[in-house]
């Protein structure tokens, strides 16, 4: 099977290292990740301003570029999201909402991926260190991403997982919305980070880079020394190490 690797904005741009985890943990299972080069953004940002001319654009690269992929997997639940959001951008395309739908169809974010198609929930790490766990809106609310991330920590020896107060609470990133309401994205981040230290935890960990992007921001920002990592990073770095 063809499994392509849907890097995302952030992740290609500022966080690589979450690419090589996840690469490096799926070649343990004989998956060879391939990297159209064609990829772009998803479109999420113009199509959440209202610019679907431009997000459509976008939406036919995405389309090009895995057009030939059995299996689209990306370390973000957002961006993995907005593949479902492309129905509504080609509704009045025939053709084109084909195309949508079949890539709708076989995108995955990680730990589905892991857990539902290679069905795996014991990648042989351990990370003895206390960790909490952000579920991210996107992720959570378009995917249904719930039990695979915890399933995966649950196997990791040495992990203590200790519960987020108001866990699916929103971190404020949101996208353009942390530009356009700037304020009051600042304050749900502060919220979010409280909860964090609430916790006492060692590591943040999550799904989606840009919401702990956001939260890491603020934890650093204000002196707090707690760990930011995908879950990807942490399951690697705990195989890496055991």
């Not at 991210?136 to 519960?163: A, F, N, W, Y």
């Amino acid at each position: 099977m063809k499994v392509s690797l849907f890097i995302t904005c952030l992740s290609d741009a500022i966080f690589p290292r979450v690419g090589e985890a996840m690469a490096r943990l799926l070649a343990e299972y004989g998956v060879t990740l391939h990297f159209p080069r064609l990829q772009t953004c998803c479109g999420q940002p113009a199509y959440n301003s209202g610019y679907w001319k431009e997000a459509r654009e976008s939406a036919k690269t995405i389309l090009d570029a895995f057009e030939d992929s059995d299996f689209v997997i990306s370390p973000s639940g957002s961006c993995t999201g907005m593949i479902h959001h492309y129905d509504k951008l080609f509704e009045h395309e025939p053709a084109m909402l084909e195309r949508a739908r079949k890539l709708k169809g076989k995108a995955y974010e990680f730990t589905q991926f892991l857990v539902q198609v290679l069905g795996v929930t014991d990648v042989g790490a351990q990370f003895p260190h206390t960790v909490t766990y952000h579920p991210s809106c996107h992720g959570t609310r378009i995917l249904g991403v719930k039990d695979e991330p915890l399933q995966l920590m649950e196997k990791v020896r040495g992990l203590t997982l200790v519960p987020l107060p108001f866990a699916e609470d929103c971190c404020g990133f949101g996208g353009t919305f942390a530009v356009k309401m700037a304020d009051i994205s600042g304050a749900m981040v502060t919220e979010k980070a409280d909860h964090v230290l609430e916790t006492e935890a060692e590591v943040l960990v999550g799904l989606d880079m840009a919401c702990l992007m956001n939260i890491a921001g603020n934890l650093h920002y204000r002196g707090k020394p707690v760990r930011v990592m995908h879950l990807a990073e942490l399951l690697y770095e705990g195989v890496k190490g055991a």
